[in-house]
């Protein structure tokens, strides 16, 4: 897969696969490499679903695989979130390699609600949760069965997905 084809895939979920869920038509950059036609970033950010969640998203394509990456979703009703990440660096049972971060944004957070969590439920100050590797394709398939499951096309939503 190069940097291409994998844009393609992703604008693929959006515009086709989760289209009933999303808000607006949306737009993501393709940063490619200067040096290496396979390598580059795609990018994403405040995609809105029809819910007014929001979605922030990273991968780095480097040689047709995806290195690093991070899957964001927020919910700006509580500030809750989840966000699934690959920094590149592995930091054993501090930072696994893959690992998940669950909290609230403050940019979101009710403020009564904030007041009353612990300083690690904040943005991304608590654990590294150690997670398998996360594709985007589940991380929205997550979603949707967390959040979209009463919506009337969640199976086939899911099915197109391939979960």
Known sequence: MNLRERATEIK???YTYCKDIIGEPP????????????????FGEEIRF??????????????????RY??????????????????????GIRKPLHHLH????????????IGLLPEELIE????HFKAPEMKFHEFMGIIVVS???????CEKMLRSLGL
């Open 12 to 14: 693929g979920i959006f």
């Open 27 to 42: 737009s993501f950059d393709v940063t490619p490499s200067e040096k290496h036609s396979d390598y580059g970033t795609i």
């Open 50 to 67: 029809i819910d007014d969640s929001l979605l922030n998203f990273f991968e780095e394509i480097e040689g047709g695989n995806i290195g």
């Open 70 to 91: 991070g899957y964001e979703y927020i919910r700006p009703d509580t500030g809750f979130s989840f966000h699934y990440q690959n920094e590149g660096i592995e930091n």
């Open 102 to 113: 669950v909290g609230i944004m403050k940019k979101y957070a009710n403020g009564n609600l």
């Open 124 to 127: 991304h100050k608590g654990p």
């Open 147 to 153: 959040f979209f499951a009463e919506h009337k096309n």
